[in-house]
T-cell receptor
């Protein structure tokens, strides 16, 4: 039982490049979400999903896309990376609106 | 709009002291409240989850309390150890449909001096 697995752990992108951050959970949780963590700003919700095929926007969705084709996977796509997207990204899952479990994070730098 | 505040932002104590971390929230219509620990460069580790109907939860040297009516939660750490040094975050789940919206405070950075 691996919990929530995020890949990659580190990534450097050039401005304008696109990439996908992967998130997988093996706990059969319905809810999954993506947060970004910035100094002085805390964790902010980007997108979330309450089940396969259902996604919705969080607090800071611009520049990001998500999809949820399976219960296990919830990838986050950066369409055209910008320096403002330099951050640490966390994926989380939970059975419903109960205890949330987080991955180890992806540290992204956009130059 | 729910806002979560944690005071103090940083705290330094000598080893062995008991300490209290504070978390306040502006909207009392929460589903539950969760305390996390984050070590530098690492992910978030869940410490305690308090349902809205509960008043407190305990795990080892940790005790978390919840007072919904006043919009407050505290995390009590007994007999602190250098290994407790980390950032502690609180987060609330709000009512608002079947959604997963954890709203976080900005954390308290705890340093326990040996």
């Amino acid at each position: 039982n691996a919990g929530v697995t995020q890949t990659p752990k580190f990534q450097v992108l050039k401005t304008g490049q696109s990439m996908t951050l992967q998130c997988a959970q093996d706990m059969n949780h319905e809810y999954m979400s993506w947060y970004r963590q910035d100094p002085g700003m805390g964790l902010r919700l980007i997108h979330y999903s309450v089940g396969a095929g259902i996604t919705d926007q969080g607090e800071v969705p611009n520049g990001y896309n998500v999809s949820r084709s399976t219960t296990e996977d919830f990838p986050l796509r950066l369409l055209s990376a910008a320096p403002s997207q330099t951050s640490v990204y966390f994926c989380a899952s939970s059975p419903r609106a109960t205890e949330a479990f987080f991955g180890q994070g992806t540290r992204l730098t956009v130059v | 709009k729910q806002e979560v505040t944690q005071i103090p932002a940083a705290l330094s104590v000598p080893e062995g002291e008991n300490l209290v971390l504070n978390c306040s929230f502006t909207d009392s219509a929460i589903y539950n409240l969760q305390w996390f620990r984050q070590d530098p460069g690492k992910g978030l580790t869940s410490l305690l989850l308090i349902q809205s109907s509960q008043r407190e939860q305990t795990s080892g040297r940790l005790n978390a309390s919840l007072d919904k009516s006043s919009g407050r939660s505290t995390l009590y750490i007994a007999a602190s150890q250098p290994g407790d040094s980390a950032t502690y975050l609180c987060a609330v789940f709000n009512y608002g449909g079947a959604t997963n919206k954890l709203i976080f405070g900005t954390g308290t950075l705890l340093a326990v001096q040996p």
